[in-house]
């Protein structure tokens, strides 16, 4: 199993950057996807989540109305939008595969730095 994530990189406040997690190794079209945030100093905590067939997403609220999380299962790939990044925006970010029966896969996780 492989969660690759790419995207990241250093941005100024108020800009966007669009994170992409290729995964391989398991039936990605029967799992959710996350993406969670780990900022400096702090626990991993969960921005967004999209179900298998993408029919449903749920935010943090800290990220709703400017974070978009979306899926392309002929890809194998989940994405993260993120519009408006603001400085608090900066962690690494991981992305997550859950299904059944419990199991949780993790990527290596990607640096994002909002900052002028």
């Known amino acids: 199993v492989q969660l690759v994530e790419s995207g990241g990189g250093l941005v100024q406040p108020g800009g966007s950057l669009r994170l992409s997690c290729a995964a391989s190794g398991f039936t990605f079209s029967s799992y959710t996807m996350s993406w969670y945030q780990q900022a400096p100093g702090k626990e991993r905590e969960w921005v967004a989540a999209?179900?298998?067939?993408?029919?449903?997403?749920d935010y943090a609220d800290s990220v709703k109305g400017r974070f978009a999380i979306s899926r392309d299962n002929a890809k194998n790939t989940v994405y993260l939008q993120m519009n408006s990044l603001k400085p608090e925006d900066t962690g690494v970010y991981y992305c997550?595969?859950?299904?059944?029966?419990?199991?949780?896969?993790w990527g290596q996780g990607i640096q994002v730095t909002v900052s002028s």
């Open positions: 997550s595969a859950q299904g059944l029966p419990p199991v949780r896969y």
């Open positions: 999209i179900t298998s067939r993408g029919g449903s997403t």
